[in-house]
């Protein structure tokens, strides 16, 4: 991290243990939310040995994925993906012959009337689909593992919350608070010095629910600005039972921020360009900062919040207990 430092005290998280389950990382429990009820895996309908086989079929032998139409096959009657033709440079991987354009229609009609299980079954998908349908659902799919919100580096881990929370703390070394309120101190030496970006994170764990708040500071224009944002370990719909707000201040001025966590389904870029947090301008930073304005000295303050519906009213009510 570029941060120069950092004030805060820092609490352990216990964590189930870890389990792999083939190329994703994934908790001893299986669960799509952030931190809710684990559930067992219920499948129904499963594919027989034949649709199995055929299924295996349908694998690219070149990138191993599902092949979808326009499905090439060679003379000899070898069968690749479209997009690994261009890769092989239009000859065979089996028998080096020239593919030339033939198309595989009668594997095409197969894969039509085939059924299969979300290939997240094992995490708790219950959904059976046709072949074609199958790829749009799980790219969408509730139950699919989550990438690491870690936003220092390109890091490509995916896993549940349990895992992901293990890892940040333990590879990315990040810190780890209990509790809906934080009050953190930010000081850089020297804020005219800003690279593509300059970032902190920290997991809180409240409501029995993990939220990573982001600390930035990035080139935008001819010069640096400051953002902090808060994201869910979870999917959308849960997030938005949550709000939480951001205060920095000095001098006798303040600026807030208040709105509701983004999902890590979002990735970190997407949040930061959408400019959904708080935004502080170096000057404004500078001068909250106060002194000769040499450093930055930012205290950020804030609190996370579960939205309760009121029957009686109709209206969500807060619940500050964490």
């Known amino acids: 991290m570029d941060m120069d430092s950092m004030e805060s005290s820092t609490r352990s998280v216990q964590n189930d243990e870890i389990h792999h389950n083939g190329t994703f990382h994934f908790s001893s429990t299986k669960s799509h939310g952030g931190g809710g009820a684990a559930s067992p895996a219920v499948v129904t309908n499963i594919v027989g040995p034949t649709a199995t086989s055929v299924y295996e079929l349908l694998e690219c032998p070149v990138c191993t994925c599902s092949m979808y139409p326009p499905i090439h096959q060679c003379h000899n009657g070898h069968t690749l ?9 239009n000859r065979c991987p089996t028998c080096r012959q020239e593919l030339g354009d033939i198309r595989c229609l009668a594997l095409e009609k197969v894969a ?68 809906s309120t934080f009050n953190h101190r930010y000081v ?13 994170l920290t997991v809180f764990h409240c409501f029995g629910q993990y939220f990573c708040l982001h600390f930035e500071a990035f080139q935008l224009g001819m010069g640096p600005v400051y953002m902090a944002f808060l994201r869910f370990m979870g999917d959308e719909e849960e997030a938005r039972s949550y709000s939480y707000s951001l205060e920095v201040g000095g001098s006798g001025r303040k600026l807030t921020w208040e709105g509701t966590p983004r999902s890590i389904r ?7 360009d959408s400019n959904d947090g708080l935004i502080i301008q170096r ?25 309760q519906h009121s029957p009686d009213s109709g209206l969500f009510m807060p619940n500050l207990s964490s």
Do not use: Q
Request: hydrophobic share 30%; net charge positive; aromatic share 10%.
């Open 266 to 272: 979002d990735s970190h870029r997407k949040v930061r």
């Open 81 to 89: 993906c479209s997009t690994c033709k261009v890769r092989v440079h």
């Open 112 to 179: 039509e009337s085939l059924e299969l299980p979300c290939k997240f079954y094992n995490l708790g998908c219950p959904e059976i689909f046709p072949y074609y349908s199958k790829l749009k659902h799980e790219s969408l799919c509730n139950f699919r593992p989550y990438g690491c919100p870690y936003a220092g580096s390109e890091c490509g881990v995916v896993g549940d919350i349990p895992f992901l929370v293990s890892h940040l703390r333990d590879d990315h070394k990040v810190d780890m608070h209990a509790g």
């Open 188 to 200: 850089k030496s020297n804020p005219r010095e800003v690279e593509n970006a300059t970032w902190m």
């Open 283 to 307: 000057n404004m930073a500078l001068f909250f900062s106060g002194g000769d304005r040499k450093e930055l000295k930012l205290r950020v303050t804030g609190k996370i919040w579960k939205e």
